[in-house]
């Protein structure tokens, strides 16, 4: 998968199947907040996706839409990274990480 971060850079990873896009972009050192560790409680894991991407995920929860109603730069593409798992088929994927999700 790819990660597109604020300062224009394109990070390409491998991830194995399962993991959340969350734990992913950590893993590759892009430090995104992410203070409720996943539970659905804050909106600083807030990514988003190019928008041929976004149907291939599972729709967003009740209570992610909810919490993503709290995110900064919000988009119509917007996902919360701890809820978006890279299962098969999602190979190629590109995530773009707004600043506001990262720590500074
Ligand atoms: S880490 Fe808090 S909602 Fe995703």
């Not at 919000?74 to 593409?77: A, D, F, G, K, V």
């Not at 990274?81 to 994927?93: D, F």
């Given at each position: 998968m790819v990660f597109l971060l604020p300062d224009g850079r394109r990070l390409e990873v491998e991830v194995?199947?399962?993991?959340?896009?969350?734990?992913?972009?950590?893993?590759?050192?892009?430090?995104i907040e992410g203070a409720c560790g996943g539970a659905l409680a804050c909106a600083t894991c807030h990514v988003m996706l190019p928008e041929a991407w976004y149907a291939r995920f599972p729709p967003p929860s009740p209570e992610e839409?909810?919490?993503?109603e709290l995110a900064p730069e919000?988009?119509?593409?917007s996902r919360l990274?701890?809820?978006?798992?890279?299962?098969?088929?999602?190979?190629?994927?590109t995530i773009q990480v707004p600043a506001s999700s990262l720590l500074a």
């Open positions: 194995a199947e399962g993991v959340r896009v969350l734990d992913a972009a950590r893993a590759a050192g892009i430090p839409e909810e919490m993503l919000l988009s119509p593409t990274g701890c809820q978006l798992r890279l299962e098969a088929g999602l190979e190629g994927v």
